[in-house]
């Protein structure tokens, strides 16, 4: 973690919400995928972290893992990542982090699902972040490029367009359906009624 002082009053409040939300089973799997992806790109095996949220920060912390993950979800040769290194200067390690934001969202993943780069550096929301890299996983199975490593069902799908295409004939039919919202002219009538002002016949 970062050095930073402890939070107090609604500042801890809200930072212990954020930490609830900390999923350590998605944190297993996210690192057995990220181990499996990264195994084959040529870069050397990817260390285990140490369990819970503060070994997990620290093993994506420096943005090499990160770098090297999305680099291994494009084609030899099309990494959007050109140079990985190590580094325990503090800018060095935020400006690789920034480098695999900037590659997720070009890969496909919306801006409002993306961590903030302190979300990670400084450990303020690990949740965010898991959220991140569960999306990447996600869509990874979903473009089914043949570059996903690891158990599918490892991920939640994601939804496919199902576009459907009608004939004009079809299309022409619709327009003479009446919409529900605006009434029906089907089912309840007032066939058989008598006229009205007339007494009703008791037998």
Known sequence: MANRGPSYGLSREV??????QYDPELEQVLVRWILAQCGGDGGGAVAQPAPGRDGFQQWLKDGTVLCRLINSLHPRGQAPVAKIQASAMAFKQMEQISQFLQAAERYGIAATDIFQTVDLWEGKNMAC?????????????AKGDGL?????NWFPKKSQENRRVFSEDKLKEGQSVIGLQMGTNRG??????????MPRQIL
């Open 15 to 20: 930072q212990q919400k954020i930490d609830r």
């Open 188 to 197: 309840a009538s007032q066939a058989g009624m008598t006229g009205y002002g």
């Open 129 to 141: 972040v898991q959220r991140t890299l569960m999306n990447l996983g996600s869509l990874a199975v």
């Open 148 to 152: 996903f490593v690891g158990d599918p």
